[in-house]
């Protein structure tokens, strides 16, 4: 059965005020094919891949990608551990960032949204963990259109937290047909994310897809595009895409360049076929990450106890109400647990779920983190 695929991602208007990528270069570019490059190399470990399912949120998708290769790569340098001690030792800090939290702000009504658009709001806003605002239903679940628009999220609390993984500047890759600025780009810049004309029924399912035929009903997709490199079939360039996982081979370590995701070949590097390429610079967090001996940061001792902890019926929100009578929203699971072993509430079993008007019989207090202490 033919997967079908439709138009997630729109040709950006041109804009005078983009920055160019190739203002940057000096020189004519020099890639080792035979030797590649991987991301995934430079972080020692795997990437999730992602799976926007039937909704039009490939651009959230490949920006969110994008910005957590960047975040993990200043935690790495910043705590002075692997990937792998990160995600046990500070997991909040290397989580996935969220598809949803940047489509849900950019979408066209028709669908999809324009690929610069998720670098100018990543540069302007920031970003958020996938644990603030989750891209999949609960449970797992594949979203839905509907699920991926909506904005009820958006609080002025997470807005305070996406500032810290706000970005400096986004390019414009203008020779989107040049493999070896492609792939320089990709390699200076630990990333690019950039449109692609496909069209269903020619390989998206499998390793190599293969560009639309003469006659084919196409559609725009945007995609993170993170190793390049060479093989029988001539010099490709690979993205782990946003559709769940389509290689059946799976990247180790030490493992050829571009291994268990699609490869798209010099066929697919045409001004027909690729558009508006995007690289983007990140600047450090907005809060300060001091490493100490122990990566644990010790939480600061508060000045007062909770009464109850609870969450609102329905949703992953949690909140606990103080002795001031105010509602604390807690704002992920590393602070809850540092909250736990501190003695300030219990384990996750003595949360009582009460309906949402309930909760907003309090009023604020304000958001509790232990992240960055």
Not at 129 to 150: C, H, I
Request: with cysteine.
């Amino acid at each position: 059965m033919t997967e079908k695929h439709f138009t997630g991602a729109r040709k950006d208007p041109k804009d005078k005020r983009d920055l160019i990528y190739e203002d940057l270069v000096l020189g004519a570019p020099e890639i080792d094919w035979e030797k590649g490059f991987d991301i995934r190399d430079a972080i020692g470990s795997d990437i999730e891949i992602k799976n926007q399912g039937s909704t039009s949120s490939c651009v959230g998708q490949g920006w969110s990608y994008y910005v957590w290769v960047l975040q993990v790569l200043e935690m790495m340098k910043t705590h002075g551990c692997t990937l792998d001690q990160l995600k046990r030792l500070r997991p909040d800090e290397v989580d996935q960032i969220s598809a949803k939290a940047i489509y849900s702000q950019i979408f066209l009504k028709s669908g999809g949204a324009y690929i610069r658009s998720g670098g100018k709001l990543i540069a302007d806003w920031g970003s958020v963990f996938g644990q603030v605002v989750p891209s999949y239903k609960p449970g797992g679940k594949l979203p839905t259109e509907t699920f991926m628009r909506d904005k009820t999220w958006k609080v002025d609390a997470v807005d305070n937290i996406a500032k810290i993984l706000k970005g400096k500047e986004y390019r414009l890759l203008k020779g989107s047909d040049d493999m070896d600025l492609f792939a320089q780009a990709i390699q200076q810049n630990n990333g690019v994310v950039g449109g692609v004309i496909g069209s269903n029924g020619r390989g998206w399912s499998e390793e190599r897809p293969k560009p639309p035929q003469k006659g084919d009903k196409t559609w725009g997709h945007c995609i993170f595009y993170g190793a390049f490199g060479q093989d029988d079939f001539g010099k490709f360039i690979a993205t782990p895409n946003s559709w769940g996982n389509k290689v059946k081979q799976k990247w180790t370590k030490g493992a050829k360049p571009g291994t268990g995701w699609q490869k798209l070949y010099a066929d697919y590097f045409t001004t027909a076929h690729q558009f508006n390429p995007w690289t983007y610079t990140d600047i450090p967090n907005a809060i300060e990450v001091k490493p100490d001996i122990d990566p644990i940061p010790k939480p600061k001792p508060m000045t007062h106890k909770y009464l109850r902890l609870f969450k609102t019926k329905g949703t992953d929100t949690i909140y606990a109400i103080g002795k001031d009578n105010k509602r604390y929203w807690i704002t992920n699971s590393y602070s809850f647990n540092k909250g736990k072993e501190m003695g300030i509430w219990g384990d996750w079993t003595d949360i009582k779920e009460i309906p949402a008007t309930l909760v907003k019989q309090f009023p604020k207090g304000t958001p509790i983190s232990f992240l960055n202490i």
